[in-house]
Structure formats: structure tokens, C-alpha cells
T-cell receptor, first 116, second 113 residues
Framework: DVKVTQSSRYLVKRTGEKVFLECVQD?????MFWYRQDPGLGLRLIYF???????EKGDIPEGYSVSREKKERFSLILESASTNQTSMYLC???????????????FGSGTRLTVV | DQQVKQNSPSLSVQEGRISILNCDYT??????FLWYKKYPAEGPTFLIS?????DKNEDGRFTVFLNKSAKHLSLHIVPSQPGDSAVYFC????????????FGTGTRLKVLA
């Protein structure tokens, strides 16, 4: 069974801490993504990567950075955690769609981060 | 500016009836569309997809319809079951871009027994 694994289901961190959220996929997917989900705002894209060592900003990259040193691993880094970064963080991976073949995302189970 | 909109935050339907969830988009370059279902404290799970080559795609109880001229898609669930109660997200992507998907804000479906 293909999987996207996020290292933690729940995290509590203090304001100002540097936070690492890890994501690993075993499907040899090229693309990996980090979203956050907030009530009433849906899923918003933070960063994505379409190849090793490649990264692109999504819609809300401020306060975040990412690292993709290996194809299977995509890390999200909160440089200095703040209370407005309290959220559900979702990692996803995908192949590239083409023609009639639509490849969707496979999501991890999510990390509920609380910054106090 | 929200490129993918789900204007109904919630929907309640009786068990056995049809559930219709709607989604509108503004970017005419979008040509791949997905629906996801999400239970609390879990990651979204893929339901059904459609590309702009088609106007309908079926998978069991789930059918997605795409109206490109209206920039509108809908998800039909027939018959609805209590286990379908979840938040549903539509998402859209442009193949000319980087295959990132833009998600709507979600519709919470409640199927009443």
C-alpha cells in the first residue's frame, strides 16, 4: 500500500522555536507539497517541490522554508514559530498528469501543530 | 482572489437521497480537477477526478460533472450514506503549469440517517 508518512500526528511548540515537520513518501513521486488547513480557508499551499533540491513558493510561504535533499523526503521548517502558525499541516505527493490520466495527490495523515 | 470556490460551507441530506456538491473556478487554464473527502484528524482521501477532455466521470456512487463554459463542476453522490458525512474539497490544476492543485474551501456534508 502506497504511503505518505508524516512524522508526528500532534506537536506542541513554543513561540520562537524552530520547528521541523518531516514527510516521507514511498511511491517514487516527483512532486511533493506542503499545505495547511484552517477552518473556512480550505487547504492553502505553502511550498512545493517538483524535483530533488528544487522548491517553489506556494500561496503562503512567509515564515516557512523547505528542504528536499532526497526524492522521498520533503521537510517543512518553521523558522521561528508563531501562534498564527497553529494549524493542521498536510504533506502530499503526486505523479505528473497527462492527457486523460489525472494523477491526484496522496496525502499524509496530517500534523496538528499548536504553537503556544 | 480565490480561483476555486465552494460557495456552500455545509449541506445536509437524507440517507438514500442524492448529494450534490458544487465548485466554481475562475481560471480558464485549469484542465484537471479532483474531489477529495476529509474526515476530522485525517488527511484528505482521493475520491474522483476528471480532465477537461471529458464532461463526466463515474465511479460507483460518485459522479463528477464538468461544465467548461460555465467553469463549474459538481460531485453527485447517489445514494448518500451516513459514512459519506465528511468535508469535501474540490481542486483544480493547469497542466501548463507545475501541476500544483488549488483547493476550494470545502463543503461539510452531513448525511442524516
Amino acid at each position: 500500500d502506497v504511503k505518505v508518512t508524516q512524522s508526528s500526528r500532534y506537536l506542541v511548540k513554543r513561540t520562537g522555536e524552530k520547528v521541523f515537520l518531516e514527510c516521507v513518501q514511498d511511491m517514487d513521486h516527483e512532486n511533493m507539497f506542503w499545505y495547511r488547513q484552517d477552518p473556512g480557508l480550505g487547504l492553502r499551499l505553502i511550498y512545493f517541490s517538483y524535483d530533488v533540491k528544487m522548491k517553489e513558493k506556494g500561496d503562503i510561504p512567509e515564515g516557512y522554508s523547505v528542504s528536499r535533499e532526497k526524492k522521498e523526503r520533503f521537510s517543512l521548517i518553521l523558522e521561528s514559530a508563531s501562534t498564527n502558525q497553529t494549524s493542521m499541516y498536510l504533506c502530499a505527493s503526486s505523479l505528473i498528469s497527462g492527457g486523460e490520466r489525472v494523477w491526484g495527490y496522496t496525502f499524509g495523515s496530517g500534523t496538528r501543530l499548536t504553537v503556544v | 482572489d480565490q480561483q476555486v470556490k465552494q460557495n456552500s460551507p455545509s449541506l445536509s441530506v437524507q440517507e438514500g437521497r442524492i448529494s450534490i456538491l458544487n465548485c466554481d473556478y475562475t481560471n480558464s487554464m485549469f484542465d484537471y480537477f479532483l474531489w477529495y473527502k476529509k474526515y476530522p484528524a485525517e488527511g484528505p482521501t482521493f475520491l474522483i477526478s476528471i480532465s477537461s477532455i471529458k464532461d463526466k466521470n463515474e465511479d460507483g456512487r460518485f459522479t463528477v460533472f464538468l461544465n467548461k463554459s460555465a467553469k463549474h463542476l459538481s460531485l453527485h453522490i447517489v445514494p448518500s450514506q451516513p459514512g459519506d458525512s465528511a468535508v469535501y474539497f474540490c481542486a483544480a490544476s493547469a497542466s501548463s503549469g507545475t501541476y500544483k492543485y488549488i483547493f476550494g474551501t470545502g463543503t461539510r456534508l452531513k448525511v442524516l440517517a
